[in-house]
């Protein structure tokens, strides 16, 4: 069962490192499974992320909350992705994140020890800790990038081709958050 649970993880892990046969049955077994009801807290701001979440299925929301209690959705993780406050992971530190399942939700995770565990297991191991450090970077930069240089519209049309599908999945004031507009212009953008 848990094998069957793993494959796209591995599909995934395989696209960003060569993993032999080998390796895998030596790493494979360190991954746990984790399911989420809808609107379940996955991670709360103020504790430390403990675990990289790889969404076998269903929807998260990693988000923050500013200092006049509204939220504002920073990115989706859809199937075959991974979710984490990255920066609280690898320091141990506290999250400013928030980490909320939008539907039910199965996840492998892969916890601090898995990581750095794979560093010895796996011959590309440090390969693969880059690559997912990389891959939160890009995140993160082209985020803020998009922010600052593109209009509401390009972002929005942004957002559906990085996010296949996902105003059908997503409440539009999510949308509008992740967006940085209100639900009014929202509706002027789809309507566009």
């Known amino acids: ?57 269903g929807l998260l929301r990693v988000f923050f909350v500013d200092q006049k209690e509204e939220e504002h959705t920073f990115h989706f993780s859809l199937e075959n992705t991974f979710s984490a406050d990255y920066e609280s992971f690898l320091k141990k530190t506290a999250s400013n994140y928030s980490i909320q399942a939008l539907e039910a939700t199965e996840v492998v995770v892969m916890s601090f020890a898995t990581l750095h565990e794979g560093y010895s297991i796996l011959e590309q191991g440090e390969k693969l800790g880059r690559r997912l450090a990389e891959d939160y970077f890009f995140i993160f930069s082209n985020k803020i990038q998009s922010l600052y240089t593109e209009t509401p519209l390009e972002r929005y049309n942004k957002m559906n081709v990085i996010f296949p599908g996902i105003v059908n999945r997503v409440s539009q004031h999510y949308i509008a958050s992740y967006l940085n507009v209100s639900s009014v212009h929202l509706s002027r953008l789809k309507n566009a």
Request: glycine share 2%.
């Open 1 to 57: 069962m848990l094998e069957n649970q793993l494959q796209q993880i591995h599909q995934v892990l395989s696209s960003y490192i060569t993993i032999t046969e080998a390796e895998w049955n030596l790493y494979a077994p360190k991954f746990t499974i984790k399911h989420f009801t809808k609107n379940q807290m996955v991670l709360s701001p103020g504790s430390v992320c403990k675990e990289i979440y790889f969404v076998n299925s």
